[in-house]
């Protein structure tokens, strides 16, 4: 037998020039190197034949088998037992292959495909490769589990794959280990990130005021900037839902989502209403045309009740609100005009006396420095027409100019008065209110000292520096009393408190320099402090002398742990009229805990959250969230979920419950790579 060794001698003069000359006009670009312990070559018909252990080389690109031919004028390489194709991130094995290195195309039997990066496995009878990044699998499966008996798999007489698009497939069949569970008569699933049309992995669920769902969705691609998804949802207890979403790029930077869904629901609470709800939603970005830039943030509903109905999470099923606006806006330099329209759906009093404003037009230039003065003048003006179908409708132009000065003593002190006048002017009013105003002064002085900082070696044996600076600021601002009883009342701009203060601030920073054996150097901002401290200064004795003092902390010990804080206390009654109180731990294991605590006397807020992780138990990870109303002594939401996690699938249970009287029990299923089954589909508007 001859060893690998004569390939060299056979290669060597014309005949390895000539398979180097021929590479070079091959499609893939390549030059092609074959090496085996046994190799003969047939000069007519230009075919190499190997046999035992055989390694064929183009580019990343390597064929290792028992026995191969080769033919050097039309690239087609025969290969059989044992065959590889190896590449960085993928492997194609069988036990005989065809394949075309010119074209990139070819047939490999008894198949197995791995793809790295998504750590997918397909194996079929028959694997072939019909482009660069087409495939076809007769009678194969594929999965993101690895092991010969995987924990799931989908299987199908016919599969086509796209890498960097998605996988095909009709009647397609669901195992768990090797017994068949669901069907599905088409399906398709992504096999990185590019786009295709088709059915997507439907959804179920229960639900105690919409009973068991199922959710199917078709998606659509309308073009390389355009996009669109049907939802059909089929709700035991209230109908059947029907969603689109269409998404879109236009230009440069023009982007944006529209959504829309509609439901006849027969109940709601095992009580039957027959009512038609709906919901609409728009967002878009972008510029037009003249450097005008467009924002739309639309959202509407028909119905009290619809997020109340649909809402999954908090900030969704206690909306008060939907609220649609549109802006577009213009900047020359400092100065910038928005228009705005502004609609407001309440969802808790009475929309009839729902104030709108449309539109609300803007005009303001920043703060600018007058030639080389240390004068600087900025400009604000806002024009609103304010509207409602009941109460006082009318217009109303706000002006306000402001004049500055910005001194620096000897460097060490900065003195900044600025002096505003605020005007406004009402008109076309359908309730009798006097337009007439005389307007107010507004005049703020602000004085503050460069940053007082020192440097220090870190303690405990930590090799680095920290640097603690303090900024302390005084701020006097004063707004005279002025009658405006008679003006209506649309917002918190046509009654301007009076002020004449003096607030006391002192800013700490702690910053951290910590330096590793290595070399390298991280920053981090252990400490932040804020106090602050009011003194009013008006005649009346009851206003006079100190009020609120303020403290705002955010501290960060450990990479993995924050803790913040912010209240208010009045010092006259020593009562704490606010309090917030924010605190997390976590680490990479996904154990993590966080709480929250929030007071607001003035409007009764006395509301406290807690989130749970633990990892602990791996491979079951478990979750708890509480939201609690301490003022009512009323549990909002509770919310348990377990999870069990394998390599390629995870199973939640989620259990939640609410405060009015919602429960839900939700099983999801997750596979890798694949996405979810379970839940509610997103086509319900607003979840």
Not at 463 to 476: F, K
Request: net charge negative; proline share 3%; glycine share 8%.
């Amino acid at each position: 037998m001859l060893m690998r060794h004569l390939v060299l001698l056979l290669i060597c003069c014309s005949v390895a020039t000539s398979i180097e000359a021929r590479s070079r006009v091959v499609v893939m670009g390549e030059p092609v190197y074959l090496e085996a312990d046994e190799l003969s070559y047939d000069h007519e018909a230009e075919l190499y034949q190997a046999r035992g252990d055989v390694r064929l080389n183009q580019g990343e690109l390597e064929v290792s088998s028992e026995q191969m031919s080769w033919n050097r004028a039309t690239g087609e390489v025969e290969a059989s037992g044992n065959v590889q194709f190896l590449a960085p991130t993928e492997t194609l094995t069988g036990s005989t292959a065809c394949y075309n290195l010119d074209a990139g195309t070819g047939r490999v039997n008894q198949g197995y495909f791995y793809l790295l990066e998504e750590n997918l496995h397909v194996r079929g009878s028959s694997i072939e490769q019909l482009g660069e990044d087409d495939y076809r699998i007769s009678s194969g499966t594929f999965t993101t589990c690895d092991g010969d008996v995987p924990d799931w798999k989908f299987g199908a007489e016919n599969i086509g794959v796209t890498l960097g698009g998605y996988a095909r497939a009709r009647h397609m069949v669901f195992y768990l280990k090797d017994i068949p569970t669901l069907y599905f008569p088409y399906m398709i699933y992504p096999a990185k990130t590019e786009r295709e049309s088709g059915l997507l992995i439907p959804s179920a669920g229960y639900s105690k005021k919409r009973g068991f769902s199922y959710g199917a969705a078709y998606y659509q691609v309308l073009g390389v900037n355009q996009d669109a998804t049907l939802y059909l949802d089929y709700l035991s207890k209230m109908g059947v839902g029907k969603g689109l979403e269409y998404r879109y790029i236009f230009g440069a930077d023009n982007a944006g989502e529209a959504r829309a869904y509609h439901i006849d629901v027969r109940k709601v609470d095992d009580e039957r209403i027959d009512e038609e709800r709906y919901a609409l939603e728009w967002g878009h970005t972008g510029t037009l045309p003249g450097q005008v830039r467009m924002v739309a943030d639309a959202l509407y509903v028909n119905d009290d009740e619809y997020f109340r109905d649909f809402g999954e999470v908090a900030g969704e099923y206690n909306r008060d609100q939907a609220q649609s606006t549109f802006s577009l806006s213009r900047h020359w330099g400092r100065a910038n005009l928005v228009g705005l329209l502004q609609y407001t759906r309440n969802l808790e009093t009475d929309q009839q006396r729902t104030l709108q404003m449309l539109p609300r037009i803007n005009f303001n230039i920043a703060r600018s420095t007058i030639g080389s003065t240390l004068l600087a003048y900025e400009w604000g003006s806002e024009y609103t027409h304010f509207w409602r179908r009941e109460g006082i409708t009318g217009q109303r132009l706000m002006l306000r100019p402001a004049i500055s000065l910005n001194p620096r003593l000897f460097n060490l002190l900065s003195v900044n008065p600025t002096v505003a006048y605020r005007q406004r002017y009402y008109w076309d009013l359908n309730q009798d209110s006097s337009t007439e105003q005389h307007g107010i002064l507004e005049v703020t002085t602000r004085v503050s000292t460069p940053p007082l900082q020192r440097t220090y070696d870190l303690p405990f044996g930590f090799s680095g520096r920290a640097r603690h600076a303090i900024n302390p600021e005084v701020v006097y601002h004063y707004v005279p009393e002025r009658d405006q009883q008679h003006i209506p009342v649309f917002d918190s701009f046509d009654r301007i408190a009076s002020r004449n203060r003096i607030e006391y601030a002192l800013v700490q920073r702690l910053r951290a320099r910590l330096d590793a054996e290595d070399g390298r150097r991280q920053y981090r901002d252990w400490l932040y402090l804020r106090l602050s401290l009011l003194q009013h200064l008006r005649e009346d004795q009851q206003e006079k002398g100190f009020g609120e003092a303020r403290a705002q902390l955010t501290l960060l010990p450990l990479a993995h742990m924050r803790l913040g804080a912010d209240v208010i206390v009045d010092t006259r009654t020593n009562d704490m009229k606010e309090l917030l109180v924010e605190g997390q731990i976590a680490d990479r294991s996904e154990n993590y805990l966080r709480v929250s605590y929030n007071v607001d006397r003035r409007t009764d807020l006395d509301y406290g959250e807690i989130n749970l992780g633990l990892s602990f138990l791996q491979p079951i990870y478990l979750t708890y969230q509480q939201r609690y109303d301490f003022f009512t002594d009323d549990r909002l939401e509770e919310r348990v979920g377990i999870e069990y996690r394998r390599q390629c699938w995870s199973l939640l249970l989620t259990l939640r419950e609410r405060t009015d009287g919602e429960r839900s029990l939700m099983l999801t299923f997750s596979m890798l790579g694949l996405g979810s089954v379970g839940g509610f589909s997103s086509g319900l508007g607003g979840s």
